[in-house]
C-alpha cells in the first residue's frame, strides 16, 4: 500500500487560480508538487486547476481499491469523478437521500450525462440502469448486491462516500457491501471527512492508495466555551429548555453582523425549543410545520431543519441559507452528512454525562459526529478562515 499525508502547509486559491501541494509518505521527508492543470485531465472539470488533494489523488492513483480521508469541502467530489472515468456501469453510494441528490447533481454535470438515482425505492431496484452512472444509498445498494440484480453485477467501480459510518449505527449495511465488492473484485474508493484508523480500514479493503489530508480549503478557528457563561436567553424549567435558552444566548453573542451561522444540537427537542423560544421573542422564524403554535409572521431569521420535516419545506430552507436569505439555521447531525451547506461559524451545542453501564463520560454528539459538524464551518473563496 502506497499512503501519502498532504500537509497543512499546503495552498490554493481559487482567483487567482495557483497554488502547491506538500505531502510525504510516513517516514519521509515533504515534497512540493505544482498543482495539475485541468485541462490536462478533463476538458469538462469547469475550473482551471486541480485543488492539492485532487492533484495528488490524480497524479498517485494507479488503479485499484483506494482511500482518501479529508475535512468536508476539500473537492472529495471531482476525486470521485477522477476515480469513475472508465467504461462500464460506475456507482456511486451514500447514506442519505438528501446527500445522494447532491452528487448526482454534481456527477451529472461532471459527466455531463444522465445520472441514475436510486434512493430504495422496491420497483426502482429491479428495473435496468437508465445511466451508467448510478447514485444510490446504502440500503438501495446492499439489497441490489444481496439479490445479485443485472445493474449492480455489470459494476466496475463504486465509490462509497462517509465510509468512517462503519463505526456507526449502520456499520452493518456498509460491511455487508464492502464484503461483497471485495469479494467480486469491484475497485472500491472510500472517501471519508473523519476516520480515525484509516491505516487499518485501508488494509482490509486492500487499498493500494491511501491519502491522508490535513490539509483544509479553509483553515479552521476553533473555541471551547462552557454553556455556564452565558445567560438564559429565556426562563426555563426543565432541562432541554435551560440548554435550548442558553444555546440561543450564546447564538446571538457569538454571531457577527452579516454573518452565517449553523447552530448543531445534539436531539431535535432541543432544536424545537430553540424556534419556539425564538418565535416567542418576536424572532422570524421560517419552519411552516412546527410542534407548537407560531405567532405572527415576520421576515425569517432562523429555521430548523431535521429530518421529520416535509421534504419541499427542508428543501426550501437549505435553497434559502444557500442564497444567503437565512442568517441562522438551527440543525441536528443529520445535516452534517447531508446536504453541503457552508457556514462563516458553526456551533456545535455539546452534553456530557456519566454512563453508569460502561463507567465513564460520555459527549453528546460523538466525537465522530462533532469533526463532521466543523467541516460545515468555511466558505472557500468568501473567508480566509471558518
Not at 469523478?81 to 456511486?92: A, I, K, N, S, T
Not at 453510494?93 to 425505492?121: C, H, S
Request: one cysteine or more.
Amino acid at each position: 500500500m502506497r499512503r501519502y499525508i498532504l500537509l497543512e502547509s499546503s495552498s490554493f486559491r481559487l482567483n487567482p487560480p495557483e497554488g502547491f501541494l506538500r505531502y510525504r509518505t510516513p517516514a519521509g521527508r515533504p515534497r512540493r508538487e505544482d498543482l495539475v492543470p485541468a485541462d490536462e485531465v478533463d476538458g469538462r472539470i469547469p475550473y482551471p486547476l486541480l485543488n492539492p488533494l485532487q492533484s495528488l489523488f490524480y497524479r498517485k492513483y494507479r488503479g485499484g481499491n483506494a482511500l482518501v480521508t479529508a475535512p468536508t469541502s476539500a473537492g472529495k467530489s471531482l476525486i470521485a469523478f477522477l476515480f469513475m472515468r472508465r467504461e462500464g456501469v460506475r456507482v456511486y453510494t451514500a447514506p442519505t437521500k438528501a446527500l445522494v441528490y447532491e452528487k448526482a447533481v454534481e456527477l451529472r454535470n461532471l459527466f455531463q450525462k444522465k445520472i441514475d438515482v436510486r434512493t430504495g425505492d422496491i420497483i426502482e431496484l429491479y428495473r435496468g440502469p437508465r445511466s451508467d452512472v448510478v447514485v444510490a444509498t446504502y440500503e438501495n445498494l446492499a439489497l441490489a448486491l444481496r439479490n445479485g440484480l443485472p445493474w449492480v453485477s455489470e459494476a466496475v467501480c463504486v465509490v462509497v462516500d462517509e465510509i468512517h459510518q462503519l463505526m456507526g449505527g449502520r456499520g452493518w449495511v456498509l460491511e455487508e457491501i464492502v464484503t461483497c465488492l471485495l469479494e467480486r473484485g469491484i475497485d472500491l474508493l472510500g472517501l471519508s471527512a473523519t476516520l480515525p484508523g484509516g491505516d487499518k480500514l485501508a488494509r482490509w479493503i486492500g487499498a493500494e492508495l491511501f491519502i491522508e489530508s490535513l490539509w483544509r480549503p479553509v483553515p479552521l478557528e476553533r473555541k471551547i466555551v462552557p454553556l455556564t457563561e452565558f445567560r438564559e436567553f429565556v426562563k426555563a424549567k426543565e432541562q432541554d429548555g435551560r440548554m435550548a435558552s442558553r444555546l440561543l444566548s450564546a447564538l446571538y453573542e457569538l454571531k457577527k453582523p452579516e454573518e452565517q451561522v449553523i447552530l448543531f444540537v445534539h436531539k431535535k427537542s432541543v432544536g424545537w425549543k430553540i424556534l419556539e423560544m425564538a418565535d416567542r421573542e418576536k424572532i422570524g422564524i421560517m419552519n411552516e410545520t412546527t410542534p407548537f403554535e407560531k405567532g405572527d409572521r415576520r421576515e425569517a431569521e432562523i429555521a430548523f431543519h431535521n429530518a421529520d420535516i416535509p421534504k419541499e419545506e427542508r428543501e426550501e430552507i437549505e435553497r434559502a441559507f444557500r442564497r444567503g436569505k437565512l442568517p441562522v439555521l438551527v440543525a441536528t447531525h443529520t445535516l452534517a452528512y447531508g446536504v453541503n451547506l457552508p457556514a462563516d461559524t458553526v456551533i456545535i451545542g455539546v452534553r456530557a454525562f456519566y454512563d453508569r453501564r460502561e463507567r465513564e463520560w460520555r459527549i453528546l454528539p460523538s466525537q465522530i459526529d462533532i469533526l463532521q459538524m466543523e467541516g460545515r464551518a468555511g466558505r472557500l473563496g468568501m473567508k480566509e478562515k471558518g
